[in-house]
C-alpha cells in the first residue's frame, strides 16, 4: 500500500492507493503512518447523508473538472463503507487505512458487492466539520493525488466522533469500477 501522511495544522490527515496488493491480516503491526489520534473507546457511528455525500463530490469534482477530469458519482454504498471505517477508527481511536477486519478499503467495498477497478481512500481526524476536511484535502498534493485519479468514477464519504466527543474521523472512499 503507498501511504502519504500530512499534518495540517490540527487536523490529521493521511491517503493511501488502496489498489495497492497486499493483505495483511487482523492483529498484525500497525503501520507506522497510523496516527492514535485519542483514546479508544465508544464511538459516535453517523449514518452517511444523501445530502453530505453529494457536497463531498462537488467539491471532488471541483478539483476534477480544474484538472480535466471527468465528474465523479455520489455513491451512498461507498458512502456506508467510508462510515463504517470513520466508526472502526473512532472506536480505537486510530486513524488508519488498515480496519479491524481489513487491510484497505479495497477489501472493504468488494465486502459489500462493489467490484472495484481501483479504489483509493482519504482519511482525518479532528475537530473539524465536513466542509474544513474537504477543504484541506482539496488544499493538499497527497490528498489531490487521490482525487484526481483519472479512472475515479465513484465517490463516499462519512464520518464518525471518537470517544471525547470532539474528534471526527473521516474517509472518503474514491473508486472505479469493473
Known sequence: MTIFHHRIGALLCCVA???????????AARDPHDVQATAPG??????PSATQNAVGAQATNAVR???GLPPVRPNMLL????????CDMAGRGLM????????????????RGYAPLLTAENIAAGPFDLSRVLSEWNASQ??????????VRDYGIGHAIGAD????????????PK
Open 96 to 111: 488508519t487505512h488498515r480496519g479491524s477486519k481489513s487491510s484497505g478499503p479495497g477489501p472493504r467495498v468488494k465486502a
Open 79 to 86: 458512502a456506508q463503507v467510508a462510515a463504517e471505517h470513520a
Open 142 to 151: 497527497g490528498h489531490r493525488d487521490n482525487i484526481t485519479i483519472p479512472h
Open 165 to 176: 466527543g470532539k474528534t471526527r474521523f473521516w474517509a472518503a472512499v474514491y473508486a472505479a
Open 17 to 27: 492507493l488502496g489498489a495497492c496488493g497486499g493483505h495483511t491480516a487482523p492483529g
Open 65 to 67: 473538472s480544474s484538472a
Open 42 to 47: 465508544a464511538a459516535v457511528c453517523v449514518q
